[in-house]
Structure formats: structure tokens, C-alpha cells
């Protein structure tokens, strides 16, 4: 019964809302970057799927991906800091989100290198948005601790959800078909 009530709460959290996906926030403070990743669709939403697609590609990539996610969006976060505009960098965030949907659901696992390279270059592209964030003459470390530290908490509970229900790869496809449409919705909303 517990694992139908944790399934729903998961299905909750992958529920499309009407929003931007990047609305305009002041960064100041670690309480304010550790929630903007809970509160952010787009963000809430890769983070998950890095964690399940972790999971279902296992082995290495159990710890490899959520690693190189996080290394490349702090890369992207200093980048995106000297506030250097990057055309279409909305669209490819919200290409992140629908491609690990799409991953996701087709559970067809890729070449280590391969999800690397996708996992990267997804995470460099949040970064970078949330580094235009941080006002000009403001360092942003606190903001960057907290949204890091959200971002691996994120990254744990979608690798702990297949894990709760005996790494179901129903739970893993079905989490991807809600990911990628709310990606798709997000999308039509912007």
C-alpha cells in the first residue's frame, strides 16, 4: 500500500504546472538556491530523470551521471556568471527536459559516453541559465552551494524511487512518459 501512495507523490512531482520555466527571481541567499531547483519545473524535473535514468542504465553511471551533471552545470553556472548571452538556451533547456523524457520511456540504454555527453551538456545549460541570474558584482557562492546541494538531493531521490519498488523499469518508463509530456506542456506554455 506504502508503495502506491510513494508512487503517487512521484507522479505529483512530474505533473506539468502553469509556469516559465526560468521566472524572474532575486539569487542572495543558500535558502534561496537550495529551493529554486524544488520550485523550478524544468529544473525538478531533469534533475529526477538523471537520477532514474542513472538507475536504469546502472552500474557506473549510478554515480557517473549525477557527478558529471553536477560538474558540468557548476561549469555552466560560472559561464552563464560574466552574463554573456546565449541564443536559444530556453529551448535547449526545455529539449533536455522532453529528451530524458524520451530516453526514459524507451529504456533503451545508450553508450556511457553517449549519456555522458547528454547529461553534460543538459547540465551545462542550467547552469549557465542560473548563472544569468546572479546579479553582476555579486559572487553567488551561497546561492550556487544551495542550488547544488538541492540539485544532489534531487539527483538521490530519483535514484532512490526505482529502487523503492524493486527497480521497475514500468516506474522508470512511466516516469518518463510524465517528464516528457509536461516537457512538451511546458514547452506550449512558453
Given at each position: 500500500?506504502?508503495?502506491?501512495?510513494?508512487?503517487?507523490?512521484?507522479?505529483?512531482?512530474?505533473?506539468?504546472?502553469?509556469?516559465?520555466?526560468?521566472?524572474?527571481?532575486?539569487?542572495?541567499?543558500?535558502?534561496?538556491?537550495?529551493?529554486?531547483?524544488?520550485?523550478?519545473?524544468?529544473?525538478?524535473?531533469?534533475?529526477?530523470?538523471?537520477?532514474?535514468?542513472?538507475?536504469?542504465?546502472?552500474?557506473?553511471?549510478?554515480?557517473?551521471?549525477?557527478?558529471?551533471?553536477?560538474?558540468?552545470?557548476?561549469?555552466?553556472g560560472f559561464?552563464?556568471?560574466?552574463?554573456?548571452?546565449?541564443?536559444?538556451?530556453?529551448?535547449?533547456?526545455?529539449?533536455?527536459v522532453i529528451?530524458?523524457?524520451?530516453?526514459?520511456?524507451?529504456?533503451?540504454?545508450?553508450?556511457?559516453?553517449?549519456?555522458?555527453?547528454?547529461?553534460?551538456?543538459?547540465?551545462?545549460?542550467?547552469?549557465?541559465?542560473?548563472?544569468?541570474?546572479?546579479?553582476?558584482?555579486?559572487?553567488?557562492?551561497?546561492?550556487?552551494?544551495?542550488?547544488?546541494?538541492?540539485?544532489?538531493?534531487?539527483?538521490?531521490?530519483?535514484?532512490?524511487?526505482?529502487?523503492?519498488?524493486?527497480?521497475?523499469?514500468?516506474?522508470?518508463?512511466?516516469?518518463?512518459?510524465?517528464?516528457?509530456?509536461?516537457?512538451?506542456?511546458?514547452?506550449?506554455?512558453?
Open positions: 500500500m506504502h508503495k502506491r501512495i510513494i508512487l503517487i507523490l512521484a507522479s505529483c512531482l512530474i505533473t506539468p504546472a502553469l509556469a516559465q520555466a526560468h521566472p524572474l527571481h532575486t539569487v542572495h541567499s543558500f535558502p534561496q538556491g537550495f529551493t529554486h531547483p524544488f520550485l523550478g519545473l524544468d529544473h525538478l524535473l531533469v534533475m529526477l530523470a538523471i537520477g532514474l535514468w542513472a538507475v536504469q542504465l546502472g552500474q557506473s553511471a549510478l554515480w557517473q551521471l549525477p557527478c558529471a551533471f553536477l560538474a558540468s552545470m557548476m561549469a555552466g559561464w552563464g556568471s560574466k552574463q554573456i548571452p546565449l541564443p536559444l538556451l530556453e529551448d535547449g533547456i526545455l529539449a533536455s529528451l530524458l523524457g524520451l530516453l526514459l520511456m524507451l529504456a533503451k540504454p545508450l553508450p556511457i559516453s553517449v549519456s555522458l555527453l547528454i547529461v553534460g551538456i543538459s547540465g551545462w545549460m542550467h547552469g549557465y541559465a542560473h548563472g544569468l541570474e546572479i546579479p553582476i558584482g555579486y559572487s553567488g557562492l551561497n546561492y550556487g552551494l544551495g542550488f547544488l546541494l538541492a540539485t544532489a538531493s534531487l539527483h538521490g531521490i530519483g535514484l532512490m524511487l526505482p529502487l523503492l519498488f524493486g527497480r521497475s523499469i514500468l516506474l522508470t518508463r512511466w516516469a518518463g512518459v510524465g517528464i516528457l509530456v509536461s516537457g512538451c506542456l511546458i514547452m506550449l506554455g512558453s
